[in-house]
């Protein structure tokens, strides 16, 4: 036997809020890695950027 559950216009639209927050959600968790990847990469350029700059300054002349 079925049985019919009747949700409420209010519930129905706080149920599909939900639903379109948490597929948000999930695609922005999926893109985490790169974004994380390409901030360390950018990271790493800065600091290498700098150590050079360092040696520049600090080399005798």
Sequence with gaps: MKETVRISTENQKAVSKT????????????????ELAQ??????TSISN?????AIILSPF
């Design 50 to 54: 700098v150590q050079k700059e360092l």
């Design 39 to 44: 901030q360390s990469k950018d990271s790493i």
């Design 19 to 34: 639903e379109k927050d948490l597929e948000s959600s999930t695609e922005n968790i999926q893109k985490l890695p790169n």
